[in-house]
């Protein structure tokens, strides 16, 4: 069965603080992991698609990673702004829909 | 990035009457078009996908019957409160696809208050 798991569930940091967060998958043929951010009230906004092992993606102070478990969103040197959801995603094997992960909140205390 | 579009952004209804919630791919076509429900704090909850032109495949538990969705164009889809209780009082999400393989995005969101 397709799974995705992100830790930790939730992560308070000092602005300037860098951190990374976790998300595993387990799905047979990977075809790509997604990162998306969410605010309060808003949907996903996205931020990566990563395909295969090995593969880095940049914006701004984030920094996405993928291994063949799992993948990385890394956060350099974060602002009070950057506090949000993070949510990752893997397309379903055995089904057309997005497998989510529990997301990771993400506070940055000025 | 590409954008989706979702009308109404929040919606207030009496219980019993009915509420469509539009979503709309501006910029690209939407083979697919899914439907998420969220309550606070919780992830997202996929409720049904939909294919333009096919019935829409419903997740274990939706209610077809209560939750209508059409998928009329390549770049509309429409899901359909019908007979809204209280219960049914929740943050609407959709999203869409513009091919397999391709990145999913989505909309802003429709907030949902039945009284």
């Known amino acids: 069965e397709d799974q995705v798991t992100q830790s930790p569930e939730a992560l308070r940091l000092q602005e300037g603080e860098s951190s990374s967060l976790n998300c595993s998958y387990t799905v047979s043929g990977l075809r790509g992991l997604f990162w998306y951010r969410q605010d309060p009230g808003k949907g996903p906004e996205f931020l990566f698609t990563l395909y295969s092992a090995g593969e880095e993606k940049e914006k701004e102070r984030l920094k996405a990673t993928l291994t063949k478990k799992e993948s990385f969103l890394h956060i350099t040197a974060p602002k009070p702004e950057d506090s949000a959801t993070y949510l990752c995603?893997?397309?379903?094997?055995?089904?057309?829909?997005?497998?989510f992960g529990q997301g990771t909140r993400l506070t940055i205390n000025p | 990035g590409a954008v989706v579009s979702q009308h109404p952004s929040w919606v207030i209804c009496k219980s019993g009457t009915s509420v469509k919630i539009e979503c709309r791919s501006l910029?690209?076509?939407?083979?697919?078009m899914f439907w998420y429900r969220q309550f606070p704090k919780q992830s997202l909850m996929l409720m049904a996908t939909?294919?333009?032109?096919?019935?829409?495949?419903?997740e274990q538990g939706v209610e077809k019957d209560k939750f209508l969705i059409n998928h009329a164009s390549l770049t509309l889809s429409t899901l359909t409160v019908t007979s809204a209780h209280p219960e049914d009082s929740s943050f609407y999400i959709c999203?869409?696809?513009?091919?397999?393989?391709?990145?999913?995005?989505f909309g802003e969101g429709s907030w949902l208050t039945v009284v």
């Open positions: 995603a893997v397309p379903s094997q055995g089904a057309q829909k997005l497998v």
């Open positions: 910029d690209f076509q939407a083979t697919t």
């Open positions: 939909s294919n333009e032109g096919s019935k829409a495949t419903y």
């Open positions: 999203s869409a696809e513009q091919g397999p393989g391709n990145t999913i995005y």
